[in-house]
């Protein structure tokens, strides 16, 4: 009884799951399925079935080459997440290990910064940007994607090392580990898996950071966010093509995504289980 | 060697005071037990001799050296935590060897230390597993074992055997004991268990709020209790107390009497009582018996006596058994 139960329950639950999973992808899905219509055929309304062309991906790399802000996207992520770890590191760590009574008050500081609009900072730091003459370089954009990470990214290792016990640690100290031993063999191996999944996560965030990139670059430094965004204007709005550039835009991501998809749930839900 | 000596030992954490001031010598080769309530500072006391805590003030002395500034790997003492702090991503013989290997021993000596250790514990056939794929107890060996291949010069435990079952924990208890038998170590154990303080140590140091009490070896702490709070925390059942007119005669602001050491009678006896709860253990039978003036008082006697609740009973101390102590509650001998 209490079997048939359960099985009502997990037939429930994956309908359920399936329903939301599919509303929460479907804007993607009709993104990648509008990729493959023509111009005409996308603006003739909701229509699932595309007629398969790939004309518009034909006229995106025609009309712009792909692979510089793919490249630019690149650097961008994977370089804003080094440096965000350099530097978040060190701080959540000694925020985890040596505490003091101020430290939850800075961190809240830290989360705050992410609860002011962006566009309430746009003018200064625009400013900043052309005074030093770092509008449109990848270093400028780097360095704005890594701080606009640094909170999210410090919180999220700060929870992962405040997991390791203390106890662990003093046994290393014991058996005669210098602080680098004891950083090196015992603390870097259990905090592996969450900084691995701090950095996937902040690659995808900032691979998909848009605010500030279609703002302080033209083309230079300009990643596949401002790709998709010259794709609607000023001519007009192109929706196959728009759609074409936006899903070869999230490919990558969506690839890197799926197959490090464990460690991203295990860095998505930490705190949640034990 | 293994001989620590702590001259005024202070430790504050802040404002709070945890230890105020404790002079303490440990001979080499000693079984030195901790006892005394939750949080009066037995842990702290480990932890500052292990080096894991700073002193606010006083020396610690390890064979005549001052190690009070020194990092706890310089001091040459091992430790078992009671959560085993084994490290979850290494096997069990890296976990056992890694001691030496930050001691830098080369990789012939490590293994051959790694095999003795893990045959005297009865490791062997675990050597490649992780500590998340052991039992309780078999992890509880691997820590002993992290510590014995580094052949220091004392152990410390810190309630090594209280996340074990009451089974695992007695013969767990009998192998620390037969271990410390085999290398003849200086071990210094924490614990809030009864039983294995009176059975592992050599000597017992009872501290409570920061304070020694008492050291002693088990059976003077348990006939000659220096004062009321040692009477009443070592022994089980508990000693029974009694003040005030019952006292009087005996010349005493407090008398104290063991549960063991009274005697019960249906006829005579000195104070007149009625049995309330009995306690069946098979082999013994503890009774709480309510006594006028006195209140509740617990006798032990044999496993078939004939009493029931609401029995009217006599109880006799026995005359020689009886500890006395003043107002300030200090033995009068
Ligand atoms: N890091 C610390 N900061 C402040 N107070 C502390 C700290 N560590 C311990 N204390 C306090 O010191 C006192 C003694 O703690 P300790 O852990 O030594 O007790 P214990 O005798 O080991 O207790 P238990 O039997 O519960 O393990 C406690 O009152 C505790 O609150
Ligand atoms: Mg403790």
């Given at each position: 009884m209490a079997r048939a139960v359960s099985t009502r329950r997990t037939i429930f639950f994956t309908i359920a799951a399936w329903i939301v999973a599919l509303i929460i992808f479907f804007p993607i899905l009709y993104t990648i399925i509008t990729s493959f219509?023509?111009?005409?055929?996308?603006?003739?309304?909701?229509?699932?079935i595309p007629s398969g062309t790939i004309e518009s991906y034909i006229d995106v790399q025609t009309q712009k080459d792909y692979f510089k802000p793919f490249m630019n996207s690149v650097i961008l992520s994977v370089g804003s997440t080094i440096l965000a770890l350099l530097i978040s590191v060190p701080a959540a760590w000694s925020m985890a290990f040596s505490p003091t009574n101020k430290t939850k008050d800075i961190l809240m500081w830290m989360l705050s910064t992410k609860m002011m609009p962006a566009v309430a900072v746009l003018v200064p730091i625009y400013l900043i940007f052309r005074d030093f003459g770092l509008l449109d370089s990848r270093i400028g954009l780097m360095f704005m994607l890594m701080m606009i990470n640094l909170p999210i990214v410090i919180w999220m290792l700060y929870t992962y090392f405040r997991e390791i016990p203390g106890e662990i640690l003093e046994a290393a100290r014991m058996d005669g580990a210098s602080l680098w031993?004891?950083?090196?063999?015992?603390?870097?191996?259990?905090?592996?898996?969450?900084?691995?999944?701090?950095?996937?996560l902040n690659i995808i965030?900032?691979?998909?950071?848009?605010?500030?990139?279609?703002?302080?670059?033209?083309t230079n430094a300009a990643p596949l966010t401002a790709f998709i965004a010259s794709f609607s204007s000023p001519q007009g709005l192109f929706w196959a093509?728009?759609?074409?550039?936006?899903?070869?835009?999230i490919a990558p991501i969506l690839i890197m995504g799926w197959f490090s998809q464990k460690q991203l749930v295990r860095g998505l839900t930490f705190g949640a289980v034990k | 060697m293994g001989n620590i000596t702590l001259k005024k030992v202070n430790k504050s954490f802040g404002e709070t005071q945890?230890?105020?001031?404790?002079?303490?010598?440990?001979q080499d080769g000693e079984f030195v037990v901790f006892v005394?309530?939750?949080?009066?500072?037995?842990?702290?006391?480990?932890?500052?001799i292990a080096g894991l805590e700073d002193t606010t003030s006083g020396t610690i002395e390890i064979d005549g050296r001052d190690v009070t500034g020194e990092a706890p790997a310089k001091r040459g003492l091992a430790m078992v935590f009671q959560s085993y702090a084994l490290y979850p991503h290494m096997t069990v013989r890296n976990n056992i060897a890694f001691p030496l290997k930050m001691a830098k021993l080369d990789q012939a000596l490590i293994d051959k230390k790694v095999t003795d250790a893990a045959r005297v514990l009865n490791l062997t056939n675990y050597l490649d597993r992780r500590p998340g794929q052991l039992s309780g107890g078999q992890r509880q060996r691997v820590a002993i074992g992290r510590a014995i291949v580094r052949e220091p010069s004392a152990f410390l435990f810190d309630e090594p055997l209280s996340n074990l079952d009451a089974s695992l924990?007695?013969?767990?208890?009998?192998?620390?004991?037969?271990?410390?038998?085999?290398?003849?170590?200086t071990m210094i154990y924490v614990t809030h268990d009864q039983v294995e303080a009176m059975t592992m140590a050599d000597k017992i140091v009872v501290l409570n709020a920061g304070n020694i009490e008492q050291v002693g070896s088990p059976l003077e702490l348990y006939n000659k209790p220096d004062n009321l709070f040692v009477a009443g925390f070592i022994g089980s059942p508990r000693m029974n107390f009694a003040s005030g007119q019952v006292a009087a005669p005996f010349n005493a602001h407090t008398i104290g009497f063991r549960p063991e050491h009274t005697q019960i009678s249906r006829e005579s006896g000195s104070w007149a009582g009625v049995v309330g709860v009995a306690e069946h253990l098979g082999s013994d039978t503890f009774l709480h018996v309510h006594v006028d003036g006195i209140g509740m008082v617990t006798v032990r006697t044999g496993g078939n006596v004939a009493v029931e609740h609401g029995d009217k009973v006599f109880l006799t101390p026995d005359a020689d058994r009886i500890h006395r102590f003043d107002v300030k509650g200090l033995a009068i001998r």
């Amino acid at each position: 009884m209490a079997r048939a139960v359960s099985t009502r329950r997990t037939i429930f639950f994956t309908i359920a799951a399936w329903i939301v999973a599919l509303i929460i992808f479907f804007p993607i899905l009709y993104t990648i399925i509008t990729s493959f219509k023509s111009e005409t055929e996308a603006i003739q309304g909701f229509n699932l079935i595309p007629s398969g062309t790939i004309e518009s991906y034909i006229d995106v790399q025609t009309q712009k080459d792909y692979f510089k802000p793919f490249m630019n996207s690149v650097i961008l992520s994977v370089g804003s997440t080094i440096l965000a770890l350099l530097i978040s590191v060190p701080a959540a760590w000694s925020m985890a290990f040596s505490p003091t009574n101020k430290t939850k008050d800075i961190l809240m500081w830290m989360l705050s910064t992410k609860m002011m609009p962006a566009v309430a900072v746009l003018v200064p730091i625009y400013l900043i940007f052309r005074d030093f003459g770092l509008l449109d370089s990848r270093i400028g954009l780097m360095f704005m994607l890594m701080m606009i990470n640094l909170p999210i990214v410090i919180w999220m290792l700060y929870t992962y090392f405040r997991e390791i016990p203390g106890e662990i640690l003093e046994a290393a100290r014991m058996d005669g580990a210098s602080l680098w031993g004891e950083i090196w063999y015992v603390l870097t191996p259990m905090a592996v898996p969450g900084i691995a999944s701090t950095m996937l996560l902040n690659i995808i965030l900032a691979w998909n950071e848009a605010f500030w990139t279609i703002r302080l670059t033209t083309t230079n430094a300009a990643p596949l966010t401002a790709f998709i965004a010259s794709f609607s204007s000023p001519q007009g709005l192109f929706w196959a093509k728009l759609s074409a550039a936006s899903t070869l835009a999230i490919a990558p991501i969506l690839i890197m995504g799926w197959f490090s998809q464990k460690q991203l749930v295990r860095g998505l839900t930490f705190g949640a289980v034990k | 060697m293994g001989n620590i000596t702590l001259k005024k030992v202070n430790k504050s954490f802040g404002e709070t005071q945890v230890i105020p001031s404790i002079d303490l010598n440990i001979q080499d080769g000693e079984f030195v037990v901790f006892v005394g309530p939750s949080g009066c500072g037995k842990s702290t006391l480990l932890r500052l001799i292990a080096g894991l805590e700073d002193t606010t003030s006083g020396t610690i002395e390890i064979d005549g050296r001052d190690v009070t500034g020194e990092a706890p790997a310089k001091r040459g003492l091992a430790m078992v935590f009671q959560s085993y702090a084994l490290y979850p991503h290494m096997t069990v013989r890296n976990n056992i060897a890694f001691p030496l290997k930050m001691a830098k021993l080369d990789q012939a000596l490590i293994d051959k230390k790694v095999t003795d250790a893990a045959r005297v514990l009865n490791l062997t056939n675990y050597l490649d597993r992780r500590p998340g794929q052991l039992s309780g107890g078999q992890r509880q060996r691997v820590a002993i074992g992290r510590a014995i291949v580094r052949e220091p010069s004392a152990f410390l435990f810190d309630e090594p055997l209280s996340n074990l079952d009451a089974s695992l924990r007695g013969t767990m208890r009998l192998e620390i004991s037969e271990l410390h038998h085999q290398l003849k170590t200086t071990m210094i154990y924490v614990t809030h268990d009864q039983v294995e303080a009176m059975t592992m140590a050599d000597k017992i140091v009872v501290l409570n709020a920061g304070n020694i009490e008492q050291v002693g070896s088990p059976l003077e702490l348990y006939n000659k209790p220096d004062n009321l709070f040692v009477a009443g925390f070592i022994g089980s059942p508990r000693m029974n107390f009694a003040s005030g007119q019952v006292a009087a005669p005996f010349n005493a602001h407090t008398i104290g009497f063991r549960p063991e050491h009274t005697q019960i009678s249906r006829e005579s006896g000195s104070w007149a009582g009625v049995v309330g709860v009995a306690e069946h253990l098979g082999s013994d039978t503890f009774l709480h018996v309510h006594v006028d003036g006195i209140g509740m008082v617990t006798v032990r006697t044999g496993g078939n006596v004939a009493v029931e609740h609401g029995d009217k009973v006599f109880l006799t101390p026995d005359a020689d058994r009886i500890h006395r102590f003043d107002v300030k509650g200090l033995a009068i001998r």
